[in-house]
């Protein structure tokens, strides 16, 4: 195969990782596998996140070995499934780069972003975090974002009205970051 299909395939797959991500993360980890993914929702110094990792960062063990079966049967003679798996693995450094560098900030360094895609990113993953438990969130995907003023009515509306204090102050929290100016 030439670069520019295998190129197409690893594109086409990072974008349908996205469409994945979104499906599995609203389904599965908020749903039959909230068991793993709970611990990404409690605060920092629950017994589930203590430590530099959560039990939520199984999810990514588990994608990370599907994308290096696709990989290594790809370079047995299966070769469009190596560079589907090549997408699977530039999907997830884009997701440790935003999701858990960016958002979450679990480095050494932190940076909030104050404009453009990277600040509704941030805001509209710390509004999938303004409710308590699995019900009610908004805002599944990783790497697309919708706007905040969506993301915002869609919490009004699931919630029935105006959002608990603690609800609204969380909803906030990303809004807040996000614009603060630099001195």
Known sequence: ??????????????????????????????????????????????????????????????????????????????????????????????????????VHQRWPFRHVPRRGYLKRLYQAHLMHHAVQGREGCVSFGFLVAPPVATLKRQLREAHGGPLSRQGASRAEQGEARASRNVS
Do not use: C
Request: glycine share 12%.
């Open 1 to 102: 195969m030439n670069v520019a299909i295998n190129g197409a395939i690893v594109v086409l797959t990072v974008i349908g990782m996205e469409a994945f991500a979104w499906f599995a993360h609203k389904y599965i980890m908020h749903g039959w596998g909230w068991g793993w993914h709970r611990s990404h929702h409690e605060p920092h110094d629950s017994p589930a996140r203590r430590g530099w990792f959560e039990k939520n960062d199984l999810y990514a063990v588990v994608f990370a070995g599907v994308a290096i079966a696709l990989i290594a049967l790809g370079s047995a003679g299966w070769h469009p499934l190596q560079w589907i798996g090549a997408g699977m693995t530039a999907y997830g450094a884009l997701y440790f780069i935003a999701h858990d560098g960016l």
